[in-house]
């Protein structure tokens, strides 16, 4: 905690008395920051103006101009509306900086005077949108670690390749762009990194995870067929609801039987629709279920054991074969877990330490949350790191650790970030993370 307020100050964003200020932080490269009200103005103006997955055409012609103006060589429509700006600084490695892009079909009630008041129709009900997974601050950490690397060529060398990408929340906009030749035509980085905002920890704590970060993300709908008839004569039927109840409660064993305690898995049926009306028992039951798993053995004995158990549990109820479940897991839908390449984590984390102080950076546990940033990495030969960047205000989590109401996380429509303090911290931790990765000659 007293790093963060150490910090503040030097970016001319002090909000607290001096006193508190620790003497023994070492100072950063001059003029890290290159002008925090102009940046902190171009958050509110994304917040402002969020964009769905898919349609973020306006958002990407901001980051694109924001590239530009620093001297990138820009491509845009990369993947649908993902940006590809290349900046070549000496000889060294490529490094992969990569933001999303993308908002939330979420109404926003943060009563904030730059709040989202955009609406829009999602499959024909009015929605509104918000970034409330924090993607308007990591895309201006993105574009002001950019400006300042381009401003500062004497701190590095290399190639940076700066990546906005699209529909991050229904996890197709990695795919996407690796599928439209990033590697192939803008040439396959030696590092990939980005960041992520998260609720659960203060504003400008850093946090880090070694090896498994994310998990992969299944979406498997099962079709429960069954026999439709009269309530009132159940012995006539094949019961596609008793059989759904059946198969819900035979998932809940996958977990806790056959995957071993030692890794992690979580099977949750997040629906089940079927029936009408009181007195008819229906011909099909629906459930829609989320699978999370971190390793790939672990992810197909999931799969196979949900195919095996919808399909166990039917003939144990005497469904005729031609009445067998349907068992689909939606690969388009897929997201392959993160994996954070131990190395690269390490370095990255000393530089942080050196420079921001020991107190920097924290260990964090992986979590179940999925992230297709792990598309650019290890699956394609890439070490790669995503580390968490606190937003918290620091009254509010100081009022949720003693017994306080807790702070409004991700995907909450009270997210409200203070971006003010966050954003200097995530450029400065990226810079940061840039120098250890591309070291200037004289370094």
């Not at 003497?23 to 950063?28: G, H, N, R, V």
């Not at 109840?245 to 992690?264: D, F, K, M």
């Not at 028992?281 to 459930?287: A, R, S, W």
């Not at 919808?310 to 109820?317: D, I, L, N, V």
């Amino acid at each position: 905690m007293v790093w963060i307020l150490s910090l503040l100050p030097l970016f001319g964003l002090s909000f607290l008395p001096q006193a508190e200020v620790s003497s023994s932080t070492p100072q950063k490269e001059a003029g890290l920051m290159v002008d925090s009200e102009a940046w902190l103005t171009f958050y509110q103006d994304l917040h402002q103006h969020p964009e769905l997955s898919l349609q973020e055409t306006n958002t990407a012609k901001k980051l694109a101009s924001a590239l530009r103006k620093a001297g990138f060589q820009v491509t845009e429509g990369v993947g649908g509306t993902g940006v590809v700006g290349l900046l070549k600084n000496g000889e060294g490695p490529t490094l992969l900086l990569r933001t999303d892009m993308d908002a939330l079909p979420l109404e926003e009630k943060t009563g904030l005077a730059f709040a989202s008041k955009v609406r829009v129709d999602v499959e024909n009900q009015e929605t509104g949108v918000m970034h409330a997974c924090g993607h308007d601050i990591h895309m201006t950490v993105w574009a002001a670690t950019a400006t300042y690397l381009s401003a500062h060529p004497e701190l590095w060398s290399g190639t940076l390749m700066m990546v906005a990408q699209p529909a991050e929340e229904i996890g197709m906009g990695a795919r996407a762009m690796l599928d439209d030749g990033l590697y192939s035509r803008f040439g396959r980085p030696d590092y990939c990194l980005a960041l992520h905002v998260t609720g659960e920890l203060p504003v400008g704590v850093l946090g880090s995870c070694a090896g498994y970060a994310l998990a992969n993300v299944d979406s498997v709908d099962i079709h429960v067929k069954g026999k439709g008839g009269h309530g009132s004569k159940p012995e006539q039927t094949h019961d596609p609801i008793v059989l759904a109840a059946r198969i819900v409660l035979g998932l809940q064993t996958i977990v806790s039987r056959e995957v071993p305690p030692q890794e992690s898995a979580v099977i949750s049926v997040g629906s089940i629709h079927g029936g009408a009306k009181h007195n008819i028992i229906p011909d099909e039951v629906h459930l829609k279920i989320t699978v999370r798993s971190y390793k790939p053995e672990i992810r197909e004995l999931l799969l196979k054991a949900i195919q095996r158990t919808a399909e166990g549990e039917a003939f144990a109820a005497g469904f005729p074969a031609e009445l067998k479940p349907e068992v689909r897991v939606s690969e388009e839908e897929y997201t392959p877990s993160t994996y954070n390449t131990p190395d690269l984590v390490q370095i990255v984390n000393q530089r942080w330490r050196k420079k921001l102080g020991p107190q920097a950076v924290v260990e964090t546990k992986p979590v179940m949350g999925g992230e297709d940033f792990g598309r650019y990495g290890p699956r394609a030969n890439c070490p790669s790191y995503i580390f968490w960047l606190g937003v918290s205000p620091l009254d509010l989590w100081q009022q949720a650790q003693n017994d306080g109401p807790s702070c409004p996380s991700i995907h909450n429509s009270y997210f409200a970030p203070d971006a003010a303090h966050a954003i200097p911290v995530g450029v400065d931790a990226m810079s940061q993370a840039v120098f250890a990765l591309l070291p200037s000659a004289g370094s």
